[in-house]
């Protein structure tokens, strides 16, 4: 997994969490 996919999945987490 490359670091600026987890990045942006926890982006996304965040704005739907």
Avoid: P
Avoid at 1 to 17: F, I, L, N, P, V
């Amino acid at each position: 997994m490359r670091e600026g996919q987890s990045k942006q999945k926890r982006k996304q987490m965040e704005k739907g969490g």
